[in-house]
Structure formats: structure tokens, C-alpha cells
């Protein structure tokens, strides 16, 4: 357990190696407290998210039987289901019995400790016990209540007893005896059928006649069991419940609501994507068209200096233009790391101009979907290590290999550029370079991730991650 500590705590906390110590001596003595508690007790430790934290450490009771059939170490405590944990490691007080919601699902109550080195919050020590028998209880009760049953028993009530109760309901009401007759309706029923046209008198027609869609009486009584549909009549949309009753002076009860003010909304989110995507496409032309102006500047700079400062910030710009054109064709928030990618090494390659090299860009790993927003800020990394990467890594070499590694984690995701360059002094880089900067900058503000660069005589390994 002691390594996994430590392996854990170096991949998603800031902990230092004295803080691990104290959590690994703490873990020794997990086993018996779970067994004195009869409860499930953990460790956890706050990660660089503030409203996430890191299971470290688990212990299962032995004379009872624990709450959970696999272990969660390595699984991430969400402050929205678990508020005590985050609690206690931000506060560094006790927190007792507080209900939360565990990693598989299962309400508890949890009591929570700190564990401190020195002021310092560097874990917390959870006992936890299952309370979910009680909220079985409580949610049988509460969908018993809302039962169809129940509920028309209740409109059945209110009709017989005081009609116009009904309409203070929202939902249209009708309700047909026997023979489909309409008995009753409520006055939302009224002014909804007189938008649609109808001017007699609704109490007294058959169903077939005031039916919104094409069911007819008979075919619902013989089918007996509760229909639900949802329609367009006109330029409305309706949700339709049919309630069959066991009283003959009511048979049939149907509720109506009015959806179209939703639908209309649909159709605004539809149209909304539409014009966003049409944004994306006019920004990725812009920056395109910046990019063309830097390009034709930098042709006509004498400098040398000034032309590669030119075609840098050329090259940034088109990074960033590469998400915007995906998400011009997509539409949509999210878009595929491979997709992003790919898109910077065919601009890199395009402009990759050396006749006695020959270069070949791998991409491999895992591919997922990432938010736009992340998109842009790896887009630059990546662009930004590529380009130092062909600038520096083979010079007087031949041929020149990068690989692009992508791998997917629970919590924090890793990208690896590794090339089989000549290598450089790692003491003697200049990390207040403007390419430096920006990649250790957009790590660390942006993606919330760590950066790692190793290199020798067979190349260079640059490693980041970044939170999913």
C-alpha cells in the first residue's frame, strides 16, 4: 500500500516526500479503525483541482460486510457528492456524519478527520457508513405517492368534490366515461381548444372528435395500460397522457401539457449552434488571413531575426486557427485530441522546408474528446514544441524521428513528444525563451498540469499533462 501512496500522490497532489511519509504511517493502522468502527475507511488527499480529491488508501472491515466490491484507490472524490472530504482538507476541521455519495454509487455518511503535518492539511482519515437502506425507503414512498394510480384518484377527487381546483392546474384535464364521452374538463382544456377553433360547448363530445392525434376510444380502452406520447398539432406540441380508469362515470382521464414554449427553445439552441459554427468559420478565416499577412511581411524582411520572430508567430496563429476550422465543420464544444493533432503536424509538415532531412511525425495513444477551450491551449503546446523540435533536435542528422505519445487517465491525461534528436544540456536551457514560456505558462494556468523534459544523446522526452 505504501507505494501506491507514493505513486498516487506524485501523479495528483503537490505533496512533498515527508508529507507522503506521514500518510503512509497513517494507512498502517486503516485496518484496525475499520474493524473498531465496523465501517469502510479511507484516505484521501486533495489534488490540484480544489473541488477533487485523490483516493489513496482503503481499508474493509472484517466483521461486517463493506459497502463497496472493488476497491476505489485511484478514484477521484468529488466535491458535489462527497462535501465533508473537501471540507475537512480545505478547512482542516472535523466534519461528522454528513451524507455523501460514494464512488459506486451508494449513499453514506461520512465522519472526517484531518491529517496534518505541522498547519499543514495534507490528508484525511473517512469512516464511512451505508445509509442507503433508509433512502430506498424514502424513494419507494415518493414514487408510490406520484403513481398514475394515485394521481387519479386524486384529479377524481378534486373533480367530484370541487372542480375548480383543477383549474388552477397547469395541464389540460379531461376525462370521458365509458361510452367516450367527454364529462369534464378543466378551464385550460377551454381556452386551448378555442385557440384551436373549436366554438361549441367541449363537454358532451365524443373523444374521437376532440382526440389531438389519430387514436381513437375504442382501440385505447381494448389496449388497457397507460399511453403517453408527445405530438405536433398545428404550430403547438403537446405531451398526451391517457389514464385508464376502473370507475365507468370516468374511464378514460387525458392530460395535455403545452410543450411548444420548450420546443421553440430547441429550435433557438439549433439555430444558436448554427451561427456558432458560422463564428468559428469567420475567426479561423481571420486568422488566416493575419497568418498570410505575417507570411508576406516576413518575405519581405530583410533581418533574419525578425523573419523567424515573423514566421513564429505566424506558425502560433494557425495553431490556434487549426481548432477554430474543426470546430467551424463540428458545431460543437467538444472536439477529438487526434483531430487537433493532426491538423498542427500537416501544418507543420507543410512548411517544414529542409531537402537534406528527411522527417517523419508519428502520432499514436489514445484518442477522446476535449473541450475547445483545452483544444487551443494544446494545439499551441504542441505547435510550439514541434517547432523547437525540427529547429534544434537533428541538426547534422539525416533523418529525424517525433513521435507524439497520447495516453488517457482517470483523472489527468499525458502527452509525450519524444524525438531521436542529437539532445541537449537540460542545465543549460534558457527557460525564459518566449516558446518556453508560452508552453510552461499554458500548462500550468491552463491545463492544470505538470510539465517534464529529459534529454540525452539518443533525443529528447518532453511530457505534460493536463486535467480531463
Do not use: W
Amino acid at each position: 500500500m505504501k507505494s501506491k501512496i507514493c505513486e498516487l500522490c506524485k501523479k495528483y497532489t503537490d505533496l512533498d516526500e515527508e508529507d507522503i511519509k506521514i500518510l503512509e504511517n497513517y494507512s498502517l493502522c486503516m485496518d484496525a479503525v475499520a474493524d473498531i468502527e465496523n465501517a469502510d475507511v479511507f484516505i484521501d488527499s486533495l489534488t490540484r483541482d480544489n473541488d477533487e480529491a485523490i483516493v489513496i488508501a482503503q481499508a474493509k472491515p472484517k466483521n461486517t460486510k463493506s459497502m463497496y466490491n472493488r476497491s476505489v484507490i485511484g478514484e477521484i472524490a468529488y466535491r458535489k457528492n462527497e462535501p465533508a472530504v473537501l471540507r475537512t482538507l480545505q478547512l482542516g476541521i472535523s466534519t461528522k456524519d454528513i451524507k455523501a455519495l460514494t464512488q459506486e454509487e451508494v449513499s453514506v455518511r461520512q465522519t472526517v478527520a484531518p491529517i496534518k503535518n505541522k498547519d499543514k492539511v495534507i490528508g484525511v482519515l473517512i469512516i464511512e457508513k451505508d445509509i442507503t437502506e433508509k433512502i430506498n425507503k424514502d424513494k419507494y414512498m415518493e414514487v408510490l405517492e406520484q403513481s398514475y394510480e394515485k394521481l387519479t384518484d386524486t384529479l377524481l377527487y378534486m373533480t367530484e368534490n370541487d372542480g375548480t381546483i383543477t383549474n388552477h392546474i397547469d395541464e389540460i384535464i379531461m376525462m370521458f366515461d365509458e361510452e367516450g364521452i367527454l364529462k369534464f374538463a378543466n378551464s385550460v382544456a377551454e381556452e386551448l381548444y378555442l385557440k384551436l377553433g373549436y366554438r361549441d360547448n367541449l363537454i358532451g363530445m365524443k373523444y374521437d372528435n376532440v382526440s389531438l392525434d389519430d387514436s381513437k376510444f375504442k382501440d385505447i380502452i381494448n389496449e388497457g395500460c397507460i399511453q403517453e406520447s408527445e405530438i405536433n398539432y398545428g404550430k403547438y406540441f403537446f405531451n398526451i397522457k391517457k389514464i385508464i380508469s376502473s370507475r365507468e362515470s370516468f374511464k378514460l382521464i387525458l392530460m395535455i401539457k403545452d410543450i411548444t414554449d420548450m420546443k421553440e427553445k430547441e429550435k433557438e439552441l439549433i439555430l444558436k449552434s448554427v451561427a456558432i459554427k458560422e463564428i468559428h468559420h469567420r475567426v479561423k478565416n481571420n486568422l488566416q488571413t493575419i497568418a498570410s499577412l505575417l507570411r508576406l511581411q516576413s518575405r519581405r524582411c530583410v533581418s533574419e531575426e525578425a523573419k523567424n520572430a515573423l514566421n513564429e508567430s505566424m506558425n502560433r496563429i494557425l495553431s490556434i486557427s487549426a481548432t477554430h476550422e474543426i470546430l467551424s465543420q463540428e458545431g460543437l464544444d467538444e472536439l477529438y485530441i487526434f483531430e487537433v493533432i493532426k491538423n498542427i503536424k500537416t501544418s507543420i509538415m507543410r512548411a517544414y522546408r529542409n531537402p537534406n532531412a528527411e522527417l517523419i511525425i508519428n502520432l499514436m495513444g489514445d484518442d477522446f474528446k476535449i473541450s475547445s477551450d483545452k483544444s487551443t491551449s494544446i494545439a499551441l503546446i504542441i505547435n510550439e514544441l514541434l517547432q523547437n523540435c525540427i529547429k534544434y533536435a537533428f541538426i547534422g542528422k539525416e533523418k529525424g524521428q517525433i513521435d507524439i505519445k497520447i495516453e488517457r487517465g482517470d483523472l489527468y491525461s499525458t502527452i509525450s513528444i519524444i524525438d531521436n534528436g542529437i539532445g541537449f544540456d537540460i542545465n543549460h536551457m534558457k527557460k525564459n525563451s518566449l516558446g518556453f514560456t508560452i508552453v510552461e505558462s499554458l500548462v500550468k494556468d491552463k491545463l492544470y498540469g505538470n510539465i517534464k523534459i529529459n534529454s540525452d544523446k539518443s533525443g529528447t522526452k518532453v511530457l505534460f499533462d493536463f486535467k480531463n
